[in-house]
């Protein structure tokens, strides 16, 4: 299998170890690609796993190589064909730094997710931002006065009316560590652990560079060329649902 996602398998399977799920658990995978982490995580771990992509190509591809893959259309931000409290876990890896509104996703990850479930995210995050550059992160969002949802909201559809809204916690592509914490608190995750992996973006962009002689059309390319002054970095990071 390519080298599709920094780490590979290798930060999925920290996570998993995190997690520490019973055989059976019900795990939606978003952003889901060709079903790679879908059929990784049913084969290793026995997981009862859903993938959902914005990429009908990509789907199609999945299914092609695996029929048996439960991989379908479906957006982060929208997750309403899927009842609330119905997963066990909720996983995504390099997509919430694509996703239109990450709050949203973050929030409609909180519904679906049963009482106790578990949240994995892998994703570019910004080293070391100095607090005026944060600051102005917050200036901004602030002007747009709109804050995420909250508990007890799920079954309410306010993303179009905010599309292209910005956020205290990313900027070009990439998280703010400590604002996008305090973003999962706000929602109610508890437990939320974080772990640098930069050294496996930094192996990734290297063997696609070589692969490929370039970067472009990968998340790396941000990496490699921010729009900001700050290093980027790559981290995993897992929270739960209260019971």
Known sequence: MSNFKPGEFRIT???MDL????????????GCGQGETVEYLE?????????????MARIKEGKTR???????????EFLDEFTSLSFDGV?????????????EALHEAYCVLKKGGKLFLSDLYIKDPDPGFLKALQKEADQHKSLPH???EC????????????????????????????????????NITWEDCSLELDQ????????????EGCLCDEAIHPKDPYKTGYFMLTAEKPL
């Open 155 to 190: 079954n309410t559809d306010c993303a179009d009316e905010h599309k292209n809204r910005p956020t205290n916690f990313r900027s070009s592509g990439r998280f703010a560590k400590e604002p996008l914490l305090e973003q999962l608190k706000e929602i109610g995750y508890i």
């Open 91 to 103: 996983s995504m890896e390099c997509v919430l730094s694509v996703i239109n509104l990450p709050d």
């Open 150 to 152: 909250k508990e007890g």
């Open 43 to 55: 084969k290793e771990y026995g997981f009862q796993t859903c993938g959902i992509d914005l990429s």
């Open 19 to 30: 997690w520490n799920l019973p055989k059976g658990s019900k795990v939606l995978d978003i």
């Open 204 to 215: 990734f962009a290297a063997e696609k560079l070589m692969r490929d002689g370039t970067l």
């Open 66 to 76: 695996n029929p048996g893959l439960d991989i379908r259309y479906g957006d982060g």
């Open 13 to 15: 399977k920290k996570a």
